[in-house]
Nanobody, 112 residues
Framework: EVQLVESGGGLVQPGGSLRISCAAS????????MKWVRQAPGKRLEWVLG????????YFLDSVKGRFTISSANAKNTLYLQLNSLKIEDTDMYYC?????RGRGTQVTVSS
């Protein structure tokens, strides 16, 4: 069974940074295409960043280029998202996704 567990979210001031994580199990993580997506209540789901089995990154949102970085640690079956220079509009629930499966998410709130 595919399981994805996100963690590391929290409250941060504008301009601050966070690193969120996603612990994966139930599939071969090292050969998986993974992505981070986000969604706030009442808003549509947005794809943020993806990483494929070859380590290539894809930015789905222009607004995060130069600020967010996706990485993975295959030995730990863990996906990361480094969020820098955070803006109020980055406030969302962030989910990692493998194929059609997402975890429960981790809340990132940017507020002064």
């Amino acid at each position: 069974e595919v399981q994805l567990v996100e963690s590391g979210g929290g409250l941060v001031q504008p301009g601050g940074s966070l690193r969120i994580s996603c612990a994966a199990s139930g599939f071969t993580f090292s050969t998986a295409d993974m992505k981070w997506v986000r969604q706030a209540p009442g808003k549509r789901l947005e794809w943020v960043l993806g990483i494929n089995r070859g380590g290539d990154r894809t930015y789905f949102l222009d607004s995060v280029k130069g600020r967010f970085t996706i990485s993975s640690a295959n030995a730990k079956n863990t996906l990361y998202l480094q969020l820098n220079s955070l803006k109020i509009e980055d406030t969302d629930m962030y989910y990692c996704q493998y194929e059609k499966t997402r975890g429960r998410g981790t809340q990132v709130t940017v507020s002064s």
